[in-house]
Structures are given as C-alpha cells and as structure tokens.
C-alpha cells in the first residue's frame, strides 16, 4: 500500500503540514531504515513504516482506532530523518579479487540528539498533537532495544502494561524488520 493512502485515514488538524515538511523538507521518502539492520537501501525508511502500519494492523484487529494505529505506525521512525549519509568503503570484488570502492550508508552526526522514539514524539509533535497512548507507542516502540531499556529502567515495562499499544507497535516494527524487509544492496 501507497504511505499516502495509509495517511490519509488521518483527519487530525496539522497532519497535511507533516506531511509537506516530511516531503518538502526531510529525506524520509528517500533515507535508508538503518545502516544495517534492515531496509538498508533507498526508500528503506517509507517502505519499513508501511511495512510496521499492515503488521501493527494486523496484530491489532480492531483494538485501537483506525487512525490511532496509522499515526503511531507511519511516524514513529521520524527520528531518523536526515541523519544517514552516503559514503564509500573499499570491499575487494570476489571475482576480480581487486578492491573496489562500494557505497554504503552510514550515520551521520544528529542534529539532534534527542534519543530514538522519544525523538520522534517531540518532532511529531511540532505538527499533531498525539494522545498519550499514541505518545507512549512511539516513545517504546523500540521495546527492549531501546537505549533506555539496556540501562535497565522499569519504565519500559510500565508502559507496556499501562498502554498496550506500546507493546504491538515494538512487535509490528520487529516483524517488518525482520521478515519483511530483506537485505538490498544500494
């Protein structure tokens, strides 16, 4: 499905400007998902959003709203915008048994550094206002992978058992991550 026609369930006040300054003004249609994990090509990072809005959809039936579950699900790897470079690093060709520069992706020093989902809350902030269920689901969809978490904060958890949204959305991002989004090169 089209990330347009996913949006545009979305009537909220302020959802048109996000989306210009997504398109207008950031790399998100074009920038790699990470460097390495997963959708590590061009694109990667629309394409993983509506991979995690169809798996938060289909883990959640009809538990949430509609529009709850595309807001959280399209937006909440906002906080990677801008921030992945092309570079190139030398890998010597199998066949030809030379070196070759290749490209690849790389991150670059964030502009803001903010921390991951709790990142993505704040810029999407500055266009939505977001329900705290909505806010908490973006801020942990990083589940225990989060930074925060390795730290061993019981914050986490908490959310997870006050706000289930939080919970569906980390295991809708590991599912695109992991069984969606196959390995590209550039």
């Known amino acids: 499905m089209d990330f347009y026609y996913l949006a545009s369930g979305i009537h909220r006040k302020g959802i048109a400007n996000l989306?210009?300054?997504?398109?207008?003004?950031?790399?998100?249609?074009?920038?790699?998902?990470?460097?390495?994990?997963?959708?590590?090509?061009?694109g990667g990072l629309c394409e993983h959003s509506i991979n995690v809005c169809n798996r938060l959809v289909a883990l959640t039936g009809n538990k949430f709203d509609s529009e709850t579950v595309r807001t959280v699900s399209l937006f909440h790897?906002?906080?990677?915008?801008?921030?992945?470079?092309?570079?190139?690093?030398n890998v010597k060709n199998k066949e030809t048994?030379?070196?070759?520069?290749?490209?690849?992706?790389?991150?670059?020093?964030?502009?803001?550094?903010f921390g991951h989902g709790e990142k993505s809350v704040y810029l999407i902030s500055k266009?939505?206002?977001?329900t705290d269920e909505e806010a908490m689901a973006i801020n942990w969809h990083m589940g225990p992978f989060d930074e925060r978490a390795k730290g061993g904060s019981p914050v986490m958890?908490?959310?997870?058992?006050?706000?289930p949204l939080a919970l569906y959305i980390h295991q809708a991002d590991m599912q695109a991550a992991y069984l969606d989004e196959k390995e590209r090169k550039q």
């Open 97 to 113: 048994r030379c070196w070759e520069q290749v490209p690849y992706y790389t991150y670059a020093d964030d502009p803001l550094p």
């Open 157 to 163: 958890s908490a959310a997870f058992k006050k706000f």
């Open 77 to 89: 790897d906002v906080c990677k915008i801008n921030n992945y470079v092309i570079s190139t690093r």
């Open 19 to 42: 989306l210009a300054w997504l398109k207008d003004e950031t790399d998100f249609f074009t920038a790699p998902a990470s460097t390495k994990y997963h959708g590590v090509y061009e």
């Open 127 to 130: 266009f939505i206002q977001l």
